[in-house]
Nanobody, 113 residues
Framework: VQLQASGGGLVQAGGSLRLSCKVSGMIRGVFRLEAPAWYRQPPGKQRELVAS???????YYEEFVKGRFTISKDNANRTVYLQMNDLKPEDTADYYC?????WGRGTLVTVSS
């Protein structure tokens, strides 16, 4: 199983980015039953959960992104998304997708003030 994350970049405060995580090597039936998540690791800090989405579509968000970020999954294309709006400098981090027991490589999000 491989997870390919993309969509990071440099954005000004208040801007938006959409992260994607394409999962390969996992059949659709298994992907559909999984609860993928996005984590992030700010510079010099520990990795932390950002959001997750269950197999039934229920979502969970950490308080610091509630109302600004939206997680979703496309079962047909085995892809997980993270729509990030109203970005703040403290959102600067490497963002990682996670599913089952697998991690993708980080995609760097940098928010300038």
């Amino acid at each position: 199983v491989q997870l390919q994350a993309s969509g990071g970049g440099l954005v000004q405060a208040g801007g938006s980015l959409r992260l994607s995580c394409k999962v390969s090597g996992m059949i659709r039936g298994v992907f559909r039953l999984e609860a993928p998540a996005w984590y992030r690791q700010p510079p010099g800090k520990q990795r932390e959960l950002v959001a997750s989405v269950s197999s039934s579509g229920d979502t969970y968000y950490e308080e610091f992104v509630k109302g600004r970020f939206t997680i979703s999954k496309d079962n047909a294309n085995r892809t997980v998304y993270l729509q990030m709006n109203d970005l703040k400098p403290e959102d600067t981090a490497d963002y990682y997708c996670f599913i089952k027991e697998y991690w993708g490589r980080g995609t760097l999000v940098t928010v300038s003030s």
